[in-house]
């Protein structure tokens, strides 16, 4: 199970990171030159992450790990919500939000996109 602070480390870690509170201070939004690529709430009693994804990984995730589900308060053709709570293991949940910061960094204009790749 992943802690919440190896959670917040591993998100600032991320190229171009910022966290902000848009909705209010439980929710954690993590963003990429401007764009949201993960939203938590560290605080909460069941910790999870929702995450930016391919959509035609969406419907794999879902049906075959325990612990994803479908974006929560998100598209759920682009995004998918991650139990934290030790169903899916630490490595696969770091994949995930590397992926999630990739697929954001990837849409960028080329200038913006220089720098965040990695």
Request: aromatic share 6%; proline share 8%.
């Amino acid at each position: 199970m992943m802690a919440p602070n190896e959670l917040t480390e591993f998100l600032a870690e991320l190229n171009g990171s910022e966290e902000s509170y848009p909705f209010g201070p439980e929710t954690r939004v993590h963003k990429v030159a401007g764009k949201i690529f993960a939203i938590d709430s560290p605080d909460a009693p069941s910790l999870s992450i929702t995450l930016k994804a391919l959509p035609e990984n969406v419907p794999r995730l879902i049906a075959s790990v325990d612990g994803i589900g479908p974006g929560y308060h998100m598209s759920k053709r682009h995004w998918v919500t991650v139990s934290l709570d030790g169903g899916v293991p630490d490595d696969h949940v770091r994949e995930l939000i590397a992926e999630s910061h990739a697929i954001v960094v990837h849409a960028l204009p080329r200038r913006l996109r220089l720098g965040l790749e990695g």
